[in-house]
């Protein structure tokens, strides 16, 4: 057994945990309780000083010589720093939890979880609830090897400040969890979790609000301060903040967006007065002294600075929303106003990075771009379905200087939104192979190849669906690899009964396969290819399509042609033959 574990005053200083939890019995037949072990990147002096390592095996006497970071093994440990012992015997790995236990320590980070999450909400009431994060608990029950929860209280003035600011303080600098009642309001009172057990529990609560009153402090500072000049005013200082050396300032990216924006307006059933308001404001927020503080408050300092100037409540909420979704699964923007703000957004910088050169690697990604990519999708899927994605695009890359970007970014950026598809798609159980069988026919809108996608993936697992994706695949083969022209069917020349009956029931289904596409309704359109299923089965096992008469063969080939094209009405089927 390996056991590595810093003092709780060296974890506060690292900042960041990472523990590894891992059995070790295959490769040593060592019987493995707990390894914890700080990876990030320290200097050796550091580890040195503050890791300790011992090696174990169940139930037997002897050490096994292990070397970690340069230190060797021992059967000695260390207790707590205040309520254990500085060295303590194992005598074997089924001791192991007791025997910290008995020296303050909890050796189980899961237990130290469990343990700080009901201690956490057995300190508030039936109208309170403790916000307890996975992220912050996982940090806490790292910082911590004997936890004790404990509640304290600030000045009900702060509450004034934006409670994001107020919960960045309390969250990221001091690791308290912060309390709302049951309407989701801020309350004056966190909770902190403390690694002593106190004597004086009061006295380390005075202590902790006393750490927190100049942190909440400073964030009513910067607010006050930037409330004393207008969002109007910051916007001139954007042109002081360069976005990207080759694309301008910030001041250029504002325009930029500005200006799609209200061309996307039509699109999206947006308010041009709105859009045109808000995108003359927005980054503005980016020069303030909270969001330099506070940086994840941008677009929400930006709201309140404007509802402070006299905005309306519409263009502060698209200043807010249009950082939106600002993560995968995030909420999106809420109104059309701020969808379109929010989408010229990602489309200026999907353009402007790949019109320059710089697309993501497989390692770099420092403009988020795909992150700015599956955002456009969603967004466009929910406002804008059926907005051309070519139209779009040209619209963002004429915002730009003549000359700056590349003649193929249009082309460039669409062609990285369609490779994008599947990441959007992969918890709806929409396969690879389906969206390629869809981007095959050349869709024009992303509403279209959702609703394509959606019909083809439940087509998919049906007996006919892989009968003619066969089917596709073998008719596509035999027209590759014709090379005379094709015309177009000669009744007069189908011979045989199965091809007679395939180019009526072709000739039947046509009309009601494209009624089907053009009211959207792909699930239909998949029924009616479905009917095709037992004609094109028979011609393939009674008729030979290589005649050797050339006017036969090619009116065979002109019905395999006829067929392949409707079966691209909806999707290339062939893509899913296996």
């Not at 060296?10 to 493995?32: D, I, P």
């Not at 011992?54 to 059967?75: H, I, P, Y």
């Not at 400040?161 to 309407?183: C, G, T, W």
């Not at 070519?390 to 590349?406: C, I, P, R, T, Y």
Request: glycine share 6%; with cysteine; net charge negative.
């Amino acid at each position: 057994h390996t056991h590595t574990r810093a003092p709780i005053h060296t974890y506060a200083r690292m900042h960041t945990y990472t523990y590894t939890h891992t059995y070790l019995t295959k490769c040593f037949g060592l019987h493995v309780v707990d390894i914890e072990s700080k990876i990030e990147s320290v200097s050796e002096a550091m580890l040195h000083t503050c890791v300790r390592v011992g090696c174990l095996a169940k139930k037997v006497t002897k050490t096994f010589l292990v070397c970690v970071f340069g230190l060797n093994a021992s059967r000695t440990t260390r207790g707590h720093r205040f309520h254990g012992d500085q060295a303590v015997e194992v005598a074997n790995a089924d001791v192991y939890e007791e025997t910290l236990r008995a020296q303050h320590v909890i050796a189980s980070v899961e237990e130290r979880k469990a343990l700080i999450s009901a201690q956490v909400k057995a300190l508030v009431s039936d109208s309170e609830c403790a916000i307890v994060e996975d992220d912050l608990l996982n940090e806490v029950a790292g910082l911590v090897e004997w936890p004790v929860a404990l509640r304290g209280t600030f000045d009900t003035a702060f509450l004034a400040v934006p409670r994001q600011a107020l919960i960045s303080s309390m969250r990221e600098h001091q690791k308290y969890f912060h309390i709302e009642d049951q309407n989701g309001t801020l309350l004056p009172a966190f909770i902190t979790v403390s690694n002593i057990q106190s004597k004086n529990p009061q006295s380390v609560i005075y202590g902790n609000e006393k750490v927190i009153r100049p942190r909440l402090a400073d964030a009513a500072f910067f607010f006050n301060t930037d409330k004393q000049t207008t969002l109007a005013s910051k916007a001139t200082r954007l042109k002081g903040v360069l976005f990207q050396r080759d694309l301008g300032t910030l001041a250029d990216k504002q325009r930029r967006i500005a200006s799609v924006a209200e061309s996307l307006c039509s699109s999206l059933g947006a308010d041009a007065v709105t859009v045109n308001a808000a995108g003359t404001l927005l980054k503005a927020d980016l020069v303030s002294d909270m969001v330099g503080e506070f940086p994840e408050l941008q677009g929400i300092a930006g709201r309140h600075y404007a509802l402070h100037d006299g905005e309306t409540e519409s263009v502060a909420d698209a200043i807010e929303q249009h950082y939106w979704p600002k993560f995968s699964g995030d909420a999106l923007p809420l109104t059309p106003e701020a969808a379109a703000l929010a989408l010229a957004d990602r489309l200026d910088t999907l353009v402007g990075i790949f019109g320059i050169g710089q697309s993501p690697t497989g390692s770099k990604d420092p403009f988020a771009l795909r992150r700015a990519s599956l955002a456009a999708i969603r967004i466009l899927l929910r406002f804008a379905p059926g907005a051309n994605i070519d139209d779009l695009l040209q619209k963002a890359s004429a915002s730009f200087n003549e000359g700056v970007l590349a003649p193929s970014v249009v082309e460039t950026v669409k062609g990285y939104l369609l490779d994008r598809l599947p990441a959007h798609y992969d918890e709806q159980g929409v396969s690879v192979d389906v969206l390629r069988s869809v981007t095959a026919v050349g869709t024009d809108s992303f509403g279209d190849i959702d609703s394509r996608s959606l019909a083809v993936t439940a087509f998919a697992g049906t007996e006919a669906a892989e009968a003619l994706a066969a089917a596709n695949k073998r008719v596509a083969n035999i027209l590759a690899k014709v090379n005379e022209p094709i015309g177009e069917v000669d009744a007069a020349l189908l011979l045989e009964p199965a091809e007679i009956a395939l180019s009526g029931a072709l000739g039947r289904s046509r009309d009601c396969l494209a009624a089907a596409v053009a009211d959207n309704d792909f699930p239909e359109a998949l029924n009616q290819l479905a009917l095709l299923r037992r004609d094109v089965d028979s011609f393939f096992d009674t008729v030979l399509v290589n005649a050797e008469d050339k006017a036969v063969r090619l009116n065979r080939l002109a019905l395999l042609q006829e067929l392949r094209a409707q079966f691209l009405k909806v999707a290339d089927l062939a893509v899913l033959a296996r």
